[in-house]
């Protein structure tokens, strides 16, 4: 009896040790195959993604073909009378200003660069530090946005960035090395914004002292140069333009959202002349 | 003997849900070092319980037989990873081919002994 209870004991205290080391080693195959992308699936993706990639420009180029020939229609229709000639013209111009059409006019380019200096490390600092620092020499999607939300203010009629219609709807963000512009994939440096506006306005809005280019200059002055055209072409907007959510609303509706913005437009003016009512009352009337 | 053949299950089963809802995990480097030691522990517990079985069971074999062997294929598994041959192979055939040798025997046993 003696005897059996020893073998129990060895072989239970044993079995608790496998136990956990079957599941410590579960925990780790979990974890691998979690860390690991399966190598087997990029060559696929990567052919899937050129694929695409050739389809979404062509379709892109259909999609120019498609505008160029509705606004033919469109001045068609308008040679017809009076009333859809001014009709059509005023399809042209809400067309200019979605960025559907292309345009040309005069204006400035402003052209962002990332700094020579991030390539010129100070041996005494280490890599992961100088990834911080170097920040600064980089130009990000916040400051094109910058300077396109500068140019809109100064005037601009329209605006690309990297040969991009810039719309309504238009995002602009960094991914990697990259900026994305309507979801295509533009070079991270230089970045060319076009605007077409009255040049001088345009230009002293990027001039201003404390605006949205003054950072740069202090860093590195070679990041950023303006130049005023005489003369340029933006493209048209290629991305897609159906609608799935947005719906015209009614008058009743129009009129509420109207009441709406001319409400926020007096709590504007009620927070101009006493600042605190903005914090005493929050949205109130 | 036949509420003591219960003990190792509960064992095996306690050891695992104590691991696993913890937060504990290896870094992926041990791995294979973790799989060559599960597959020693089941070599040691079948050749436990069959010894056992056969009323040959002796402490220090059974204790030293566990160790040596995981240290041995822990051992081989690393100089393969050196080398770039997968000697660890040897180690799991090897204590594969025994896990199966002692189930069968087992098997025999108890079978004897329950139809005797």
Not at chain 1, 53 to 58: I, L
Not at chain 1, 169 to 195: E, F, H, Q
Not at chain 1, 250 to 276: C, F, Y
């Amino acid at each position: 009896m003696e005897h059996a209870r020893s073998w129990t004991i060895q072989i239970s205290v044993l079995s608790v040790i496998m136990g956990g080391l079957v599941a410590l080693s579960l925990k780790t195959q979990d974890r691998i195959l979690k860390d690991q992308l399966p190598d087997v699936r990029q060559g696929r993706l990567a052919r899937a993604f050129v694929e695409l990639r050739e389809d979404a420009t062509s379709l892109r180029r259909q999609v120019l073909d498609l505008q160029k020939r509705l606004r033919e229609y469109q001045l068609q229709t308008g040679s017809d009378s009076e009333k859809s000639k001014l009709l059509a013209q005023d399809l042209m111009l809400a067309n200019v200003l979605a960025g559907t059409v292309s345009v040309s006019g005069s204006g400035v380019a402003v052209t962002l660069r990332d700094s020579k200096l991030a390539e010129r490390k100070p041996n005494d600092i280490s890599e992961a530090d100088w990834r911080d620092l170097s920040e600064e020499y980089y130009i990000h999607d916040r400051d094109i946005r910058d300077v396109v939300n500068e140019l809109r203010a100064s005037g601009a009629e329209a605006i690309s960035v990297n040969d991009q219609r810039v719309t309504g709807l238009t995002p602009i963000r960094c991914v990697g090395p990259v900026v994305m512009v309507n979801d295509v994939r533009t070079a991270g440096s230089p970045v060319v914004v076009r605007a077409i506006g009255d040049p001088d306005a345009l230009l002293s809005g990027m001039m201003m002292t404390k605006g949205v280019l003054d950072a740069f200059r202090d860093v590195d002055p070679t990041m950023v140069s303006i130049d005023k055209v005489k003369s340029m072409t933006l493209p048209a907007y290629a991305g897609s333009t159906t609608l799935r959510y947005a719906k015209v609303a009614n008058e009743v509706k129009a009129n509420e959202a109207q009441r709406q913005s001319e409400n926020a437009e007096r709590l504007g003016d009620k927070a101009v002349q006493d600042p605190q009512s903005v914090i005493r009352d929050g949205g109130k009337k | 003997m036949k509420g003591q053949i219960w003990f190792p299950l509960i064992g095996v089963t306690f050891g695992f849900c104590a691991v696993y809802f913890s937060q504990y995990t290896l870094s992926p480097m041990f791995a294979p070092y973790l799989s060559i030691a599960v597959l020693a522990a089941l070599d040691a517990i079948c050749g436990g319980i069959r010894a056992a079985l056969e009323g040959k069971f002796t402490d220090g074999i059974f204790i030293t037989g566990f160790i040596i062997n995981t240290v041995l294929a822990a051992l081989l598994a690393w100089i393969g990873d050196k080398i770039g041959v997968d000697i660890v192979l040897a180690a799991v055939v090897m204590l594969g081919g025994r896990i199966f040798l002692n189930l069968s025997l087992i098997r025999r046993l108890l079978l004897t002994k329950a139809t005797s």
